[in-house]
């Protein structure tokens, strides 16, 4: 019956026009440069598409119209391109004569913009959006976006998650070149193991949407794009980082042609630790000392879009080590003392992944895409041992094939595997707690998936759906609808709705367990977590003169129909670990706008609302550290010279629910809810030709949250706890940096 549902699910409904794709090119005195804005156009006919930031163009070519496509572009030749059989098209528009200059200088692409492309509303973020901040790591390349909020997660040793739609990071799925690579073990730290260097673009997707990734993702995905080797644009990238707490950075890049064919791209990643800094006088570190060498290669082999053949191979090893806690904690003698508290965690994680493919014509293509990690992590905090194994696995097999000349079906077997070996051990044990033991975890979850882009004159659909059997859980049957409507030229509505699932890693994903000096009550059997996700889009441009500006609004709503997370209000001593199956709900709402102005001046600002909620009886309770009114503006200013630009963003938060604490001793009892406040950065770029120097400040007016940390005289105490951290910490930051290119 789930099989019949699945197909049924995508039948095809009917076709109306050929659908041409493609990517325009200017060759300039400095090489080909995408050409974004290029125009597009059918003989004899006022349709016309423009190129977006990419230079992606994608057009409707009805059965009974002039076969050929005219493109132009400012500066450059007008073409004629005859359209044939072909449905994909590399267009190379050569210099016009008459205006040598306007070919030499080629628009620049927007650092972020929402894709025009996609059915389901994608935001991109560009290299050129990530070079408007420090963006040391992935959690930090978010600071001008207002869909993406980088969440602490452990003070001592500075773990973040990513949030979408206030949701825990685990309910969004986190994905390194369309490879589910940060999960379980890896989740805790992974997100700061990516050098923004290192990074291409970053594509951001809100709700439950493609299933072809697998059946995770509930309240988003975040798909990073690492760099392609391209040494004839970019052979060698040189980066270097230091902040005023003597955190050092080091990056490099080197891309290089291997033979005829293959091209392969090397990375080094380097951080060393800042000095000891304990600014509000607790005897705790401010941030910890952070030791990390990471090792990239990539290798590539040929064109998807083109006949035959084609191959990227990433492979990384990733070796780091955090040392949090008090000032006098020494890592190599004190590691799980009662007498002097600290956190070390160490851990090593080698990676492997590929996307093959083979194209067997310009409509059809099959392709493995499979990656493989092992993570091993060594950790204390204070008395309590964590050592944990992981092995994963993933392999997906996929055929695409382009039907009735505009829609596109991708259909394949997915495989996943999961090994995860965690202990936990007590040096000491005053609190008398009772969760240590070995916890092993196995999945083996073979699947079925099925999407279908319905694509019409001014509406396309997807639609998919995915069977998997769960090897404790049986089979799970996972649908997902997008509809993506163009109401006028510059109008697009989009709605999605979708299932999402998963199981939990409980101590990986919710690190404080191991931190607190609660215990820990098992109540039942731990589920599957279920959740449904419906969201709708709006999106509208306009110009007025010499000002272009985009609005976008979301409205998203979330509802679970099983959710895992750890109660800390029902008993200050306890973690109580159960299903909740009553009502739990995220409701989200978005507004953007960003203006261009003269191509010089971008402003960006967003605000959101999140209403993030369980019901116990009918006590309505707001997830903790959550804000609900949220407030980013975000300038950039870039003379048309391109020699230097000023960046400046400002993120304001309003009230967040805190723990309940009225059952400690007064003197440990928190406020229910923390205060208001805003952090402001700044950033000044300078760039010549091959070389950028980049200064800037990290929370300007130096907002600080004094002493986070409950009973930290007594960090042994059964009141000791360091999950109350609901802002900065660490106070204003400054830093220097230098890019070179060759």
């Not at 452990?154 to 979408?164: A, G, V, Y």
């Not at 382009?402 to 040096?427: P, V």
Request: overall charge positive.
């Amino acid at each position: 019956m789930r099989l019949f549902l699945l197909f049924a699910f995508l039948l095809p409904c009917s076709l109306f026009a050929q659908t041409i794709k493609g990517k325009i090119f200017g060759q300039t005195p400095t090489g080909n440069e995408i050409l974004p804005g290029a125009t597009l156009s059918l003989v004899g006919t006022i349709q016309g598409v423009a190129s977006n930031e990419f230079g992606v163009f994608e057009i409707n070519v009805p059965a009974t119209a002039d076969r050929r496509l005219v493109v132009s572009f400012l500066g450059f030749k007008t073409d004629t391109i005859a359209i044939g059989e072909r449905t994909y098209f590399s267009v190379y528009l050569s210099p016009d004569s008459k205006n040598l200059e306007a070919a030499t200088v080629v628009a620049q692409q927007g650092g972020s913009f929402i894709s025009a492309l996609q059915g389901i509303k994608v935001e991109v973020i560009n290299q050129k959006e990530l070079t408007k901040a420090a963006c040391c790591d992935l959690a930090g390349c978010f600071e001008t976006q207002g869909s993406i909020q980088a969440q602490t997660t452990n003070l001592l040793l500075n773990s973040k998650e990513l949030r979408i739609l206030g949701l825990s990071g685990v309910y969004n799925q986190i994905l390194v070149d369309g490879m589910p690579m940060i999960l379980g073990s890896s989740f805790t730290y992974g997100i700061s193991s990516i050098p923004g260097t290192l990074v291409d673009q970053i594509f951001v997707a809100k709700g439950a949407n493609s299933v072809l990734q697998g059946f995770e993702s509930i309240s988003g995905q975040v798909n990073v794009v690492l760099k392609e080797p391209k040494p004839d644009q970019e052979k060698f990238l040189f980066n270097a980082y230091l902040n005023s707490f003597g955190e050092k950075h080091l990056n490099a890049n080197f891309s290089t042609l291997l033979g005829k064919n293959w091209k392969s791209l090397s990375s080094v990643h380097l951080v060393q630790p800042a000095g000891k800094r304990d600014r509000d006088e607790d005897t705790f570190l401010d941030l910890p000392m952070l030791t990390r060498l990471a090792v990239y290669q990539k290798f590539t082999l040929g064109d998807e879009q083109s006949l035959g053949w084609s191959s990227k191979i990433g492979l990384r090893f990733l070796d780091e080590k955090r040392i949090g806690g008090q000032t006098s904690f020494n890592a190599d003698q004190d590691s799980g003392s009662n007498q002097v508290y600290g956190q070390t965690v160490h851990y090593q994680q080698p990676e492997l992944y590929t996307k093959t493919g083979y194209r067997f014509s310009p409509q059809s293509k099959i392709s493995l895409i499979a990656s493989t990690f092992q993570h091993r992590q060594s950790a204390w905090f204070g008395v309590t041992q964590y050592e944990a194994k992981h092995l994963n696995a993933y392999a997906n097999v996929q055929y695409e094939q382009q039907w009735a000349q505009k829609h596109d079906l991708k259909i394949g077997l997915s495989y996943r595997h999961l090994n995860l070996d965690e202990k936990i051990r007590f040096s000491n044990n005053t609190l008398q707690r009772t969760f240590d033991g070995d916890y092993l975890r196995q999945e083996r979850t073979p699947g079925l998936f099925a999407e279908n882009v319905f694509v019409f004159d001014r509406m396309s659909i997807i639609t998919g759906a995915r069977v998997d059997h769960h090897r404790q859980f049986g089979w799970q049957f996972v649908p997902r609808f997008t509809l993506r409507y163009n109401a006028g030229d510059a109008t697009v509505i989009r709605a999605n709705v979708g299932r999402g699932l998963r199981s939990v890693n409980l101590f990986t994903e919710n690190i404080s367990l191991l931190i607190s000096s609660r215990d820990i009550q098992f109540a039942e059997p731990l589920e599957l977590e279920k959740a449904w996700n419906t969201g709708f889009n709006l999106t509208h441009t306009a110009t007025w003169k010499k000002v272009v500006a985009s609005f976008s609004m979301d409205l998203y709503h979330t509802r679970f129909q099983n959710q895992i997370f750890p109660d800390y209000d029902s008993d200050p001593g306890l973690a109580i670990i159960q299903n909740f199956r009553g009502v739990s709900i995220s409701n989200g709402f978005q507004l953007d706008a960003k203006f261009n102005v003269a191509s010089v001046l971008e402003a960006k600002f967003a605000y959101n609302f999140l209403d993030v909620y369980r019901r116990n009886g009918e006590q309505k309770i707001q997830l903790p550290f959550n804000a609900k009114h949220r407030l980013m503006a975000a300038f950039s200013y870039e003379p048309k010279n391109k020699q230097w630009h000023f960046d400046v963003n400002v993120h304001w938060l309003g009230l967040q629910r805190l723990p309940d604490t009225q059952t400690l001793p007064e003197n440990f009892q928190q406020p229910g809810f923390s205060r208001a406040y805003s952090v402001s950065n700044t950033q000044f770029t300078k760039v010549w030709k091959k070389l950028d120097l980049y200064t800037g400040c990290e929370n300007l007016f130096d907002f600080r949250q004094i002493r986070p940390i409950i009973n930290w005289e007594n960090p042994f105490g059964e009141y000791f706890d360091t999950a109350f951290a609901w802002g900065p910490t660490r106070g204003r930051e400054f830093y220097l940096g230098m890019r070179l290119r060759l």
